[in-house]
Nanobody, 125 residues
Framework: QVQLVESGGGSVQAGDSLRLSCVDSGRTFSNYDMGWFRQAPGKEREFVSAIRMSNYERHYADSVKGRFSISRDNAKNTVYLRMNSLKPEDTAVYYC??????????????????WGQGTRVTVSS
């Protein structure tokens, strides 16, 4: 079964970079579209980025486009989120998700059936 574990979070200064990793302990990683979401204290969960399973098409929220980069290594059952030029508003718990995207609904939580426990990112000014 799918089990997602995120890592790589931490406390950094504005302008710094981090790379988050999400490892699937299952053996069907290549069959899933993968997404990253985040939830800041007192706010709703929001979409960050996604990468498709078939053609590696990438999607980004407007707030992170140009700063964040998503990638996947199916051989390692891992999806990454490289975060550059971090801002205080990027502070949140970041969640990895796996599912099957249809109707271009990658920016909603609907297509994602599996979720990790999250890794915390804190960016100070």
């Amino acid at each position: 079964q799918v089990q997602l574990v995120e890592s790589g979070g931490g406390s950094v200064q504005a302008g710094d970079s981090l790379r988050l990793s999400c490892v699937d302990s299952g053996r069907t990683f290549s069959n899933y579209d993968m997404g990253w979401f985040r939830q800041a204290p007192g706010k709703e969960r929001e979409f960050v980025s996604a990468i498709r399973m078939s053609n590696y098409e990438r999607h980004y929220a407007d707030s992170v486009k140009g700063r964040f980069s998503i990638s996947r290594d199916n051989a390692k059952n891992t999806v990454y989120l490289r975060m550059n030029s971090l801002k205080p508003e990027d502070t949140a718990v970041y969640y990895c998700a796996a599912g099957a995207v249809t109707d271009n609904n990658y920016y909603t939580p609907i297509p994602y059936n599996y979720w990790g426990q999250g890794t915390r990112v804190t960016v100070s000014s």
